[in-house]
């Protein structure tokens, strides 16, 4: 689901995934659900600040590269972010990083995230309000690579889905703006609080607290598998050698 397959970040891209942790403010030892894993980028952050980390991704090809990438240090399961194989509150957190514009039905993965998280959600976007969103819209138009079946939000339609799906809770974001800057000097303006405040900016990153809830759902069948994702009640993960959610 991940499009994202650089093996080195961008100063924008560093930038993008350092507001998902200031905006996030996880606690070591906390669980996060990473919804479109990829090849496990964001993952591997997660995982250096000491988070119980867990990936979901329909590709199995993405979950290999995150495997080969990570090992046995997160939990991968193959599935769909539209119908989590996960009980109701099962991760202090979760993420949508770039997931939103490729998914099928983004109101239902946004209830889907809300319902397995208890504490925060992350969300971040590509702003169909920005110059280069406008860009890549022109480039999908085309069917060129990744951007043609890629669904651009704004600001305003994610905070409206959030508001129908969980209410009046708390909620923050941030921006990243991709000033131009003269002579290779960097990103520096885009760390300047007032211009990670503007709605317009190339990236928009949102976090959402969630109010206590408690709801009850069956949980999805196994699946038969081959691969080497171990079957499990909740989908297939690659091995970690300990049960998901437990301290070693």
Same mark, same amino acid.
């Given at each position: 689901m991940k499009w994202r397959q650089r093996c080195t970040l961008t100063p924008a891209a560093a930038m993008e995934t350092q507001i998902l942790f200031d905006l996030l403010r996880p606690h070591?030892? /906390?669980?996060?659900?990473?919804?479109?894993?990829?090849?496990?980028?964001?993952?591997? %952050?997660?995982?250096?600040?000491?988070?119980?980390?867990?990936?979901?991704?329909?590709?199995?090809?993405?979950?290999?590269?995150?495997? /080969?990438?990570?090992?046995?240090? *997160?939990?991968?399961?193959?599935?769909? *972010?539209?119908?989590?194989?996960?009980?109701d509150n099962s991760f202090n957190h979760a993420c949508l990083f770039t997931t939103l514009e490729f998914v099928a039905d983004? %109101?239902?993965t946004l209830e889907e995230a809300f319902r397995v998280a208890k504490d925060r959600v992350f969300i971040g976007v590509l702003n169909r309000y920005a110059i280069k969103g406008l860009q890549r819209r022109i480039?999908?138009?085309?069917?060129?690579?990744?951007?043609?079946?890629?669904?651009?939000?704004?600001?305003w339609e994610i905070k409206t889905m959030v508001r129908e799906l969980v209410?009046?809770?708390p909620i923050d974001w941030r921006s990243v703006c991709l000033f131009p800057e003269p002579n290779n000097m960097g990103c520096s303006l885009e760390h300047w609080p007032l211009a990670q405040r503007v709605p317009f900016g190339t990236f928009v990153a949102m976090v959402v607290t969630l109010k206590p809830?408690?709801?009850?759902?069956?949980?999805?069948?196994?699946?038969?598998?081959?691969?080497r994702y171990k079957e499990s009640l909740t989908g297939f993960a690659a091995d970690s050698g300990k049960p998901f959610g437990k301290e070693s």
């Amino acid at each position: 689901m991940k499009w994202r397959q650089r093996c080195t970040l961008t100063p924008a891209a560093a930038m993008e995934t350092q507001i998902l942790f200031d905006l996030l403010r996880p606690h070591p030892g /906390e669980s996060i659900l990473d919804i479109g894993c990829g090849i496990g980028e964001i993952m591997e %952050r997660c995982i250096a600040m000491g988070l119980d980390t867990a990936g979901i991704d329909p590709s199995p090809f993405m979950l290999d590269r995150a495997l /080969e990438r990570l090992g046995h240090k *997160a939990s991968l399961f193959r599935g769909y *972010a539209e119908d989590l194989p996960f009980d109701d509150n099962s991760f202090n957190h979760a993420c949508l990083f770039t997931t939103l514009e490729f998914v099928a039905d983004p %109101r239902k993965t946004l209830e889907e995230a809300f319902r397995v998280a208890k504490d925060r959600v992350f969300i971040g976007v590509l702003n169909r309000y920005a110059i280069k969103g406008l860009q890549r819209r022109i480039q999908g138009l085309f069917g060129r690579g990744v951007y043609a079946k890629a669904r651009f939000f704004s600001l305003w339609e994610i905070k409206t889905m959030v508001r129908e799906l969980v209410g009046d809770v708390p909620i923050d974001w941030r921006s990243v703006c991709l000033f131009p800057e003269p002579n290779n000097m960097g990103c520096s303006l885009e760390h300047w609080p007032l211009a990670q405040r503007v709605p317009f900016g190339t990236f928009v990153a949102m976090v959402v607290t969630l109010k206590p809830r408690f709801r009850v759902r069956p949980l999805a069948l196994p699946y038969p598998s081959g691969s080497r994702y171990k079957e499990s009640l909740t989908g297939f993960a690659a091995d970690s050698g300990k049960p998901f959610g437990k301290e070693s």
